[in-house]
């Protein structure tokens, strides 16, 4: 699986901005998918998760009514809508495909795209 992002840019605080997330291969509708984010200095944390076939979801508690994630298993696509963008969500945002989980407890693949950079202004 290739994961691709797109849709990050600056915005004032208080826009928004949607982020996606473009995977080749015929693996994506069996994935578990997740938004990340790395800000300098910080570690990737995780931003909001979604199961292969997109009926639940996710978040981060500090994302919580402000992002949605979503997929499209048909166009291989994963979006991430954020609202009420505030100057701390400013990070690089990576897409992440994993899956299936083992019995050995291991996901038999575990995919990063490049990410894409959000900046927030004040």
């Known amino acids: 699986v290739q994961l691709v992002e797109s849709g990050g840019g600056l915005v004032q605080a208080g826009g928004s901005l949607r982020l996606s997330c473009a995977a080749s291969?015929?693996?994506?509708?069996?994935?578990?998918m997740g938004w990340y984010r790395q800000a300098p200095g910080k570690q990737r944390e995780l931003v909001a998760s979604?199961?292969?076939?997109?009926?639940?979801?996710n978040y981060a508690d500090s994302v919580k009514g402000r992002f949605t994630i979503s997929r499209d298993n048909v166009k291989n696509t994963m979006s991430l809508q954020m609202n009420s963008l505030k100057p701390e969500d400013t990070a690089v945002y990576y897409c992440?495909?994993?899956?299936?989980?083992?019995?050995?407890?291991?996901?038999?693949?575990?995919?990063w795209g490049q990410g894409t950079q959000v900046t927030v202004s004040s």
């Open positions: 992440r495909a994993r899956g299936p989980y083992t019995s050995r407890g291991t996901w038999e693949y575990d995919y």
């Open positions: 291969g015929s693996t994506f509708s069996s994935s578990f």
């Open positions: 979604i199961t292969s076939g997109g009926g639940s979801t």
